[in-house]
């Protein structure tokens, strides 16, 4: 099911879904700095561990709902096709619309 004019609905989601990612990658890579701080603060209570835990699990929550999330044309994963998987694509690997909602 496959739409062919690309309407603003679709540009919007798939703005948001750019924007969703932009935020995995970014507590992603702030992973260890806050972990380094959090242990250097709270040096030996062990509520810096549950706390780095938390974090840990927050991002890896947020980096698995990014990566399964569907392309909002084509319905399918945006990041996997049948054959590849890439979370750095700036295209869905199953239509090829990109997140300003080209065809490329
Ligand atoms: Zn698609």
Redesign the pocket.
């Known amino acids: 099911m496959r739409e062919d004019n690309v309407t603003g609905e679709i540009k919007e989601k798939l703005l948001k879904l750019q924007k969703k990612r932009r935020l995995a990658f970014f507590v992603m890579i702030c992973f260890f700095p806050i972990g380094v701080f959090i242990a250097k603060t709270l040096e030996s209570s062990p509520f810096a561990g549950i706390l780095i835990f938390v974090y840990f699990i927050f991002t890896g929550f947020l980096l698995t709902k990014v990566a399964f999330h569907k392309?909002p044309?084509?319905h399918?994963f945006?990041f996997f096709s049948s054959s590849w998987a890439n979370g750095f694509t700036n295209k869905?690997l199953?239509?090829?619309?990109n997140f300003r909602g080209e065809e490329l």
């Open positions: 392309c044309r084509c399918k945006f869905c199953n239509c090829g619309i």
